[in-house]
C-alpha cells in the first residue's frame, strides 16, 4: 500500500496545473454543455494534458488527442478529474 493517498484524488480540472495530464473521471455539466465536451473529446476516461492557464485562471487551454481547446474556467470546474 502506497503512502501517497493524493496520487488518484479527485479534483477539478481548474485546479490543474500548467503540464499536469489527468484522466476525466465525470462531467458535472448540464445537457448541452456536456453535448459539447463530448465533440471535443473531454468524456470520462479521456486524458488531458493542461498546457496553459490565463492570469487569473479565467481560462484553460487543454490538448485531448491532437486538438487544443480552450475552456472557461467555470466550464473547467465542473470536469472531475484524476492526475495520472
Known amino acids: 500500500m502506497s503512502d501517497k493517498t493524493d ?19 465525470k462531467l458535472n455539466a448540464d445537457a448541452e454543455l456536456k453535448r459539447r465536451l463530448i465533440s471535443f473529446g473531454i ?8 498546457l496553459e492557464l490565463a492570469p487569473a485562471k479565467s481560462t484553460i487551454e487543454v490538448k485531448v488527442g491532437k486538438m487544443r481547446i480552450a475552456l472557461r474556467a467555470q466550464e473547467a470546474a465542473l470536469i472531475e478529474v484524476e492526475k495520472l
Open 7 to 25: 496520487d488518484k484524488e479527485i479534483k477539478k480540472l481548474i485546479d490543474c496545473k500548467k503540464n499536469c495530464k489527468v484522466k476525466v473521471v
Open 43 to 50: 468524456m470520462k476516461d479521456a486524458v488531458v494534458e493542461v
